[in-house]
């Protein structure tokens, strides 16, 4: 470990105690730009490393709601809003038993490299509940939203901070926060992103994280003469992210071998068809665990993809840590040839550590599920100027975003036994970017 790794880890022991996977994301970060810090002393001086790791402010708040059989709940509410010296704070919002504040700064922290790489003037910040929208019915889901909107509608604003979907919440519980913002404030505006496109919404934003997620992995493959086109694909997850990122590789002629959730794995030996894709997609939008349920492919409970079939590409739809060192060790044996993350943080440190050895092509989350965020951004630029764009303007425009996100995690870093360093490059690029706006505001 160098002397600013020792120093990284010792601030986090001492500011951050038991927040484990946000340890895991600074350091995987700090990892890769210790040869950087190193070589520019203004680093030091305006001790941009310990600045970065301390978010502008944490605000927690108590949840309380009715359920439908009339006894009050209490959840816990929070919005991490990271660094905001790119722009306005910006980051989805997650509902889930495992939200915790440790989860909430990995992902504020990885938002802020990630917004930076996108281009666009975004900041970086992350929100959520630790409540478990399975088996609540539509109407406790809503009441829940309105609740939680109750307190955050003090924190955000179009120019402050402008929350998004992530985990259990897409349109439908944007639908319901936004309406309790709008109902709060009288103020009709560009607060939430991921809106339905009937009301201010992007065409393109539910489609925009899964679309660039392959469009990324398009670009990094030719980069090393090499195509999607044939690829057998595994994806996990079966929510927004998995089965945008499924229809796209399917529209490129790739053949999706697997999509997965909590209860086990989908696996389909030739390929998933369109139809096929189609009928997960209503099933899942039914209710929650249904891919068990779903009359195509082969259902393997309790599995994940990584151990269910053989492909040459991954993509971790689901969620952070969800690939082990085991899994790694099946994938990298089974010939893998590139792994882009659609989830945030999917590999565990051993994961990771293993896939950097084995020297394969690896698109990063905070690059290759830029795509969500960026088209999030473009429903901002659309909410200010009050105009609607069409999906192929919005479609066109992601594509070269995402087209640019990969010559940006290039830009500093050279190919390594014949392969670009994504990781690394991603890091780098968005490290000096949110270094230099630092230093250039002055201590604050
Ligand atoms: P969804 O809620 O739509 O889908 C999540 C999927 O992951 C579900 O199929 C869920 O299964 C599965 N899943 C969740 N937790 C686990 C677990 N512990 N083990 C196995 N499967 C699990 O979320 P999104 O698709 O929006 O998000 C997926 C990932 O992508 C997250 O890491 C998110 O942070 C990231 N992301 C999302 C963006 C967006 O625009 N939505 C943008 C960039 C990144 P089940 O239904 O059984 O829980
Ligand atoms: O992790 C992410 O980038 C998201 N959940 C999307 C954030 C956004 O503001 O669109």
Request: proline share 4%; hydrophobic share 35%; net charge positive.
């Amino acid at each position: 470990m160098s002397k600013l790794q020792d120093h990284i880890q010792n601030t986090l022991d001492q500011s951050h105690p038991h927040s484990d996977e946000y340890h895991q994301a600074v350091m995987e970060v700090f990892d890769d730009v210790a040869s950087v810090y190193r070589k520019e002393p203004a680093y030091r001086r305006w001790n941009i490393a310990e600045r970065m790791l301390e978010p502008d402010r944490i605000v927690r708040f108590r949840v309380c709601w009715d359920d439908d059989k009339g006894n009050i709940q209490v959840n816990r509410g929070w919005r991490v809003q990271f660094n905001n010296v790119l722009g306005a704070y910006k980051g989805g919002i997650r509902f889930d038993p495992s939200v915790n504040e440790s989860v909430l700064k990995f992902l504020g922290f990885e938002q802020c490299f990630k917004n930076a790489l996108t281009g666009l003037p975004m900041g970086g910040g992350k929100g959520g509940a630790d409540f478990d929208p399975k088996g609540r019915s539509e109407r406790e889901i809503m009441r829940f939203c309105q609740a939680y909107m109750q307190e955050l509608y003090r924190h955000i604003g179009p120019n402050v901070d402008v929350p998004a979907g992530d985990i259990n919440v897409g349109p439908r519980e944007i639908g319901f926060l936004y309406g309790h913002y709008v109902k709060l404030t009288n103020r009709w505006e560009g607060v939430l992103t991921g809106k339905s496109p009937g009301f201010g919404g992007s065409c393109g934003r539910t489609e925009a994280t899964g679309y660039g997620v392959v469009y990324f992995l398009k670009n990094m493959l030719k980069a090393h003469d090499q195509s999607v086109e044939g690829q057998r694909v595994l994806i996990s997850g079966a929510g927004t992210v998995a089965l945008y990122a499924a229809e796209k590789c399917i529209q490129e002629g790739a053949k999706v071998l697997t999509v997965s959730d909590s209860g086990g794995t989908r696996v389909f030996r030739e390929g998933m068809t369109a139809k096929e894709l189609a009928s997960i997609r209503t099933l899942k939008l039914e209710k929650h665990g249904a891919l068990a349920d779903a009359s195509c492919g082969t259902w393997h409970p309790g599995k994940t993809p990584w151990v269910s079939a053989k492909g040459a590409i991954a993509l971790p739809c689901a969620t952070q840590n969800e690939v082990d060192g085991n899994a790694m060790k099946r994938l990298i044996k089974n010939n893998l040839v590139a792994l882009c993350e659609g989830a945030n943080m999917p590999l565990t440190q051993e994961a990771h550590d293993q896939l950097i050895e084995a020297n394969l092509l690896y698109g990063p989350g905070k690059a290759a599920n830029a795509g969500g965020v960026a088209v999030s951004g473009l429903e901002r630029s659309q909410n200010a100027s009050l105009q609607s764009w069409s999906m192929d303007k919005v479609d066109t425009m992601l594509s070269g975003i995402m087209a640019d996100i990969h010559d940006r995690c290039i830009a500093h870093v050279k190919r390594r036994n014949g392969i670009y360093p994504y990781s690394k490059g991603a890091n780098i690029y968005a490290f000096k970017k949110l270094a230099e706006a630092m230093m250039a505001y002055g201590v604050k």
